[in-house]
C-alpha cells in the first residue's frame, strides 16, 4: 500500500513530507487533551468558589501595604489574599502562562469568570481593624449596668434604681450583688470621690451590696452593706489606698490593688458567655477584626479556649496572661499560637502592672502631683519585685507588656528592659516588649525607647478624655510629655505606634479612637452635630501631638499586627496574608475631619467570610442581598454561624474584558 503524505506548496515546487504515524497523532492529541484539562482545572481552581474579587472604581481600598497603598481591587482565595492592584492586572496575573497554550478563540470557551463585588465610589476598604489594647469580657460586665457619661451622683443613682426595677431577681432579693462600671468623678460638678453613705440616700438601695467600678477599672465605690461584709480593714495596702475621712474611717473608695478587699463573686461560665456575646456584638459591628485582651485570668484563657476549640471566635484574639501575684505565675500560662477551628486564638504574652490611673491620683510620679501636693502616686509592684517578674518571664519565653501611666512608672519599666536588653542580650525583635499606655513620660525616657526599641502602645481616646484635667494634674511641664503621640511615634526605630481603645474604659469604636488620633478634639455623645472641642480650641489639644490620618490607619491596623508578631499574618490587604477587612460607607482618609464619626461600618470580613453586616446596608451595587445576614439574625448572634462565602450572596459576574469592573447588568 503507497505511503500516504502531506504537501505543502510554495510559488515553486511542492514538497511532499512522510504522513505522522498514529503513535504521534495519539501522542499530539493526548498531550492537547492533558493541557486543556490543565488548563481549564487552573482557571476553575483560580476561580472556584472561595474566590471572588472586591473592586472600587474609585480606587478606595486602602491597603496600608507600603509598596501598593491605594488599589482598585483585591482579590480573595479562601481565608487568603491572592492579589491586589487593578482589575485587569488581577486578571492578567492570575493566569500569565495558560494564552501561549492555548488559542484566543478556544479560551474564550474555557474562561470562567470571578464573582466581582464593586463597592459604591464613596464607600472604602480598609484591612480588619485591630484594638491593641481591651478588655474583651469586662466590655460586656460594663454594659450590664453602664455608668459611663453620667454627669452627676444622682445621675447614676437613677441608673441604679432603674436597673433595679428591670430585673425582679435583683428587686425581691436584697443580698444579690449590684455591680456596674463607668462613673467619673472629674466630670461632676464637684470633683470628688464618692462615699458609701451616698448609696444610701434611696430606700430602694438601702442594704444592698452594691459595688461600681470606676470608668478606669482602678477604684471601687460600695455600699455600706459591702463595708460590713468586709469587717475588718488592714491600716496598709501595698499598692493600694483605702480612701479614709479625718476620723480614719473608710469612706467606701478602694483603690488598686485595695479593690480586692471587696468580696465580688466570681463570674459563672454563663455569666461570661453572656458578657462575652455582647463584647463581640460590638466588636464586629464597629469593624474590629483583631483584640488584644490586656490582663486576661487563667479562668478566662480557659473560656476563651474553649471557644476557640468550638469554633466560636469571630475575630482574632491575642491573650496577655495576667495573675495578680509579685511571685512568678509563668506556668499558669499555656502557650497559644492560632489555636482552635479557626486558628483565632493566640496567648504568648503576660501583662503586668507597675502603678495606677491619672484619675484617681493613681499614677506613680516622679514628682508629686500639681493639684495634690501630699501625693505621688502609687507603684502597685515594688521595682525589685517587678524586675524579678520581668526577668523571669524574658526568660521563658513570653512576651512582656506592662501598664505604665506615671513617668515614674515609665522610668522604672525602662531601666529594667534596659538591663534586659543592654546587659543581657535581649533580642528586641524577638521579645517586643510593650509599655502599656506610655501615658506620661519625661523627654529623655521617649528619646530612651528609641535606643530601646520598646514598643509604646497607646489610646488616643485618653488624650481626649482627660485632657479637661490632665494639666491641672501635672503642671505646664510635665504635660509636654504626656498623650504625646507624634514624638513617641518618631522615637520608634521602626516607626510603630500600636493604637487602641482600653475598652470598656473608652468607647469600643475605633473610629473614636481614629479621630481622636488626627483631630485630638473631644466629641460629645450628648451633641453628636456639634463640632469637637479642646482646652486649646478646634485645632486640637497640643496639635503638635496629632497624628496624620496615614499614621492612625497604620496603628491599628499594621503596628498592631506587629505588635502581636503578626505582620506576616495580618494587618494589610497584601497577597498571601489572611482575608480580613473592612468597608466604610464614607473615605475616612479625605472626608473632613468632622465627618468622621459619621462613617458607619458596613461589612466586617474575617477570613474572607462575613461576620457583620446585612442587606439593608449592603455596600454594593446591585447587590441587595451580597450579606446573607438580615439584621435580626445578627443581633441574635449570627456571627457564630458566618456566610460559607460570598458566593452565598447574589454578587454579579463581571466579563472578562478590558472595560475592567464594569458589572453585567
Known amino acids: 500500500m503507497p505511503e500516504k503524505s502531506f504537501v505543502t ?74 492579589d ?63 455608668l459611663a457619661g453620667t454627669q452627676s451622683l444622682q445621675e447614676i443613682l437613677d441608673r441604679i434604681k432603674a436597673y433595679i426595677h428591670e430585673h425582679p431577681e435583683i428587686k425581691n432579693d436584697t443580698t444579690k450583688w449590684i455591680e456596674g462600671m463607668g462613673w467619673d468623678q472629674t466630670k461632676w460638678p464637684t470633683p470628688q470621690f464618692p462615699t458609701a453613705s451616698d448609696l444610701e440616700q434611696d430606700p430602694l438601695l438601702k442594704g444592698r451590696p452594691i459595688s461600681l467600678s470606676r ?13 460590713e461584709l468586709i469587717r475588718e480593714l488592714p491600716d496598709h495596702i501595698e499598692g493600694g489606698l483605702i480612701v479614709r475621712d479625718a476620723d480614719g474611717l473608710p469612706t467606701g473608695v478602694f483603690v488598686d490593688n485595695a479593690m480586692a478587699l471587696i468580696p465580688t463573686p466570681e463570674w459563672t461560665e454563663e ?72 486558628g483565632h486564638l493566640t496567648v504568648k504574652s503576660v501583662k503586668l502592672v507597675a502603678d495606677g490611673a491619672l484619675g484617681s491620683w493613681g499614677a506613680a510620679l516622679l514628682e508629686p502631683y500639681s493639684d495634690k501636693a501630699e501625693d505621688s502616686g502609687l507603684l502597685l509592684t515594688p521595682p525589685e519585685e517587678l524586675s524579678a517578674l520581668v526577668h523571669q518571664f524574658w526568660k521563658d519565653g513570653f512576651q512582656v507588656n506592662i501598664h505604665c501611666i506615671g513617668d515614674r512608672a515609665n522610668h522604672v519599666v525602662l531601666d529594667i528592659f534596659e538591663d534586659i536588653i543592654a546587659q543581657r ?8 516588649p510593650r509599655i502599656e499606655h506610655a501615658q506620661i513620660m519625661t523627654l529623655d525616657d521617649i528619646k530612651r525607647t528609641r535606643r530601646l526599641g520598646v514598643l509604646t502602645s497607646v489610646q488616643p481616646t485618653h488624650a481626649t478624655s482627660d485632657m479637661s484635667y490632665a494639666e491641672t494634674r501635672l503642671g505646664p511641664e510635665r504635660i509636654k510629655g504626656a498623650y504625646a503621640y507624634q514624638s513617641l511615634l518618631q522615637a520608634s526605630p521602626n ?56 499614621q ?17 499574618e495580618i494587618g494589610s490587604l497584601s497577597p498571601g496574608k489572611k482575608a480580613d477587612f473592612v468597608v466604610l460607607n464614607k473615605d475616612i482618609m479625605t472626608i473632613p475631619v468632622a465627618d468622621i464619626l459619621k462613617t458607619k461600618v458596613t461589612a466586617t470580613v474575617v477570613d474572607g467570610k462575613i461576620v457583620y453586616g446585612c442587606q ?34 447574589s454578587c454579579q459576574q463581571v466579563s472578562y474584558s478590558s472595560t475592567a469592573v464594569a458589572l453585567v447588568q
Open 9 to 82: 506548496r510554495s510559488s515553486n515546487q511542492k514538497t511532499r513530507l512522510p504522513a505522522p504515524s498514529l503513535r504521534t497523532i495519539f501522542r499530539a492529541a493526548f498531550i492537547s487533551i492533558f493541557v486543556l484539562a490543565w488548563a481549564f482545572d487552573t482557571y476553575n481552581a483560580l476561580f472556584d468558589e472561595e474566590t471572588y474579587f472586591v473592586c472600587s472604581e474609585s480606587n478606595n481600598i486602602y491597603t496600608v501595604d507600603e509598596f501598593d497603598s491605594r488599589v482598585a481591587c483585591i482579590s480573595v482565595k479562601g481565608s487568603t489574599i491572592f
Open 84 to 146: 491586589t492592584g487593578s482589575y485587569d492586572d488581577l486578571i492578567q496575573r492570575s493566569l500569565p502562562r495558560i494564552h501561549s497554550y492555548i488559542p484566543d478563540e478556544l479560551s474564550k470557551f474555557l474562561r470562567r469568570t470571578p464573582t466581582v463585588c464593586k463597592i459604591d465610589p464613596s464607600y472604602v476598604v480598609v484591612p480588619g481593624l485591630a484594638d491593641a489594647h481591651a478588655h474583651v469580657i469586662e466590655y460586656g460586665f460594663m454594659k450590664q449596668l453602664p
Open 215 to 227: 470608668v478606669d477599672g482602678h477604684a471601687k465605690w460600695v455600699s455600706p452593706r459591702v463595708l
Open 271 to 342: 455569666k461570661m458567655n453572656q458578657f462575652f456575646d455582647k463584647t463581640m456584638k460590638g466588636a464586629l459591628s464597629h469593624g474590629l477584626t483583631s483584640i488584644h485582651n490586656a490582663m486576661t485570668t487563667p479562668q478566662q484563657i480557659q473560656f476563651f479556649k474553649k471557644k476557640a476549640e468550638a469554633g466560636e471566635l469571630p475575630n482574632r484574639l491575642y491573650l496577655m496572661g495576667h495573675v495578680s501575684s509579685n511571685e512568678y505565675w509563668g506556668s499558669q500560662i499555656p502557650r497559644l499560637v492560632n489555636y482552635g477551628k479557626q
Open 425 to 432: 542580650g535581649g533580642n528586641i525583635t524577638e521579645w517586643r
Open 495 to 550: 516607626h510603630v505606634l500600636p493604637l487602641g481603645s482600653d475598652f470598656p474604659v473608652e468607647s469600643i469604636d475605633p473610629l473614636l479612637g481614629f479621630y481622636a488620633a488626627v483631630a485630638r478634639l473631644r466629641f460629645d455623645p450628648e451633641h453628636p452635630d456639634a463640632p469637637g472641642s479642646s482646652p486649646h480650641g478646634s485645632r486640637g489639644w497640643y496639635p503638635e501631638q496629632k497624628l496624620t490620618r496615614a
Open 552 to 568: 492612625a490607619l497604620k496603628g491599628m491596623t499594621l503596628d498592631a499586627a506587629y505588635a502581636s508578631f503578626a505582620e506576616n
Open 616 to 649: 439593608h446596608v449592603s455596600p454594593f451595587y446591585n447587590s441587595e442581598r451580597f450579606f446573607n445576614v438580615d439584621a435580626a439574625s445578627n443581633v441574635n448572634g449570627a456571627f457564630k454561624n458566618p456566610t460559607p462565602s460570598f458566593i452565598a450572596c
